[in-house]
């Protein structure tokens, strides 16, 4: 099992930045796949950023150039530094972890960090 604590979400300016974070409670070692989420409201969960095996992190178009996905394996913590935000990235963040159990995938979500972008 893999508990996820996701923080530093807040009210911010459109232009401001924010640094999320999100700490396992095993370590990232052991999870197959990392990635961070968002829903805003009235809309479906969407994929932020996510850490690939090969290293790579692969982003959404909407936050490229913007987001910056990163880890720290040590602390058992990844992070999402948000920069130039906008109004539209407003939404509650999430947290993603898999882990495989035999032939499936289990996914755990954090309880979600809210990031509010005002004009």
């Known amino acids: 099992q893999v508990q996820l604590v996701e923080s530093g979400g807040g009210l911010v300016q459109a232009g401001g930045s924010l640094r999320l974070s999100c700490a396992a409670s095993?370590?990232?070692?052991?999870?197959?796949?990392m990635g961070w989420y968002r829903q805003a409201p009235g809309k479906q969960r969407e994929l932020v950023a996510a850490?690939?095996?090969?290293?790579?992190?692969n982003y959404a178009d909407s936050v490229k150039g913007r987001f910056t996905a990163s880890r720290d394996n040590a602390k058992n913590t990844v992070f999402l530094q948000i920069n130039s935000l906008k109004p539209e990235d407003t939404a509650v963040y999430y947290c993603?972890?898999?882990?495989?159990?035999?032939?499936?995938?289990?996914?755990?979500w954090g309880q979600g960090t809210q990031v509010t972008v005002s004009s």
């Open positions: 095993r370590s990232i070692f052991t999870i197959s796949d």
């Open positions: 850490f690939t095996s090969s290293g790579r992190t």
């Open positions: 993603n972890a898999v882990v495989k159990a035999g032939p499936s995938d289990i996914n755990y």
